[in-house]
């Protein structure tokens, strides 16, 4: 059975980092495209960043460029997010997704639409 865990999540000051692990299981991650999504209180989910696992090809959305990072390791089934300078409007629980066969494009920047699998979801809080 396919499952996607996301690490726990924090509470992390602004301006401070965090690093979000995404463990999948039940599959490999070829030919994957696998996201880090993002549902505020209040707002709608969006995609924040998406990556390629054949390609390593990725997505980030304007409001993170520069400060995420998305990487994978593909021998340890895990996808990484990296955040940086994280602001208090980055708070939210955060999803992680995959879909096979689809562009990072097409997942993350073509969000809403329908995705395969979803991860729970962890809360980010950023607050002094």
């Known amino acids: 059975q396919l499952q996607l865990v996301e690490s726990v999540g924090g509470l992390v000051q602004p301006g401070g980092s965090l690093r979000l692990s995404c463990a999948a299981s039940?599959?490999?991650?070829?030919?994957?495209?696998i996201g880090w999504f993002r549902q505020a209180p209040g707002k709608e989910r969006e995609g924040v960043s998406c990556?390629?696992?054949?390609?390593?090809?990725?997505y980030y959305a304007d409001s993170v460029k520069g400060r995420f990072t998305i990487s994978r390791d593909n021998a340890k089934n895990t996808v990484y997010l990296q955040m940086n300078s994280l602001k208090p409007e980055d708070t939210a629980v955060y999803y992680c997704?995959?879909?096979?066969?689809?562009?990072?494009?097409?997942?993350?920047?073509?969000?809403?639409?329908?995705?395969?699998?979803w991860g729970k979801g962890t809360l980010v809080t950023v607050s002094s």
């Open positions: 039940g599959f490999t991650l070829d030919y994957y495209a």
């Open positions: 990556i390629s696992t054949s390609d390593g090809s990725t």
């Open positions: 997704a995959a879909e096979e066969f689809v562009t990072v494009q097409a997942m993350c920047g073509n969000y809403p639409r329908i995705i395969d699998y």
